[in-house]
């Protein structure tokens, strides 16, 4: 059992800038890849950003690219997700989310394809 606490949600205004932060416990965090998705009301859950391992190998959004950065501290059980160019339209719930079963980094995109989840921060961002 992985349990992940996101934090760092917060309101911001356009162009503006956040570090979201999600620690894990419960098992070794460097068997696990990362994910971070959102999600608005009546919509489905959006992958954001991937990371592997190692933290050698990422993946982002179309959406995001350029602007957010995902990254991981194997040492403090920590992955963040830096935030910068914020827009309104990446208003959302953030998620964390990890997956033990090694496969294809491209299954990272699919929020199936992750055995645990934490309970999402808020991040709003006005115009």
């Known amino acids: 059992q992985v349990q992940l606490i996101e934090s760092g949600g917060a309101l911001v205004q356009a162009g503006g800038s956040l570090r979201l932060s999600c620690a894990a416990s419960g098992r070794t965090f460097s068997n696990y890849a990362m994910g971070w998705f959102r999600q608005v009301p009546g919509k489905e859950r959006e992958f954001v950003a991937a990371?592997?391992?190692?933290?050698?190998?990422?993946s982002y959004a179309d959406s995001v690219k350029g602007r957010f950065t995902i990254s991981r501290d194997n040492a403090k059980n920590t992955v963040y997700l830096q935030m910068n160019s914020l827009k309104p339209e990446d208003t959302a719930v953030y998620y964390c989310s990890a997956r033990r079963t090694i496969g294809a980094f491209v299954l990272l995109i699919a929020p199936q394809n992750y055995d645990y989840w934490g309970q999402g921060t808020q991040v709003t961002v006005s115009s």
């Open positions: 990371i592997s391992r190692s933290g050698g190998d990422t």
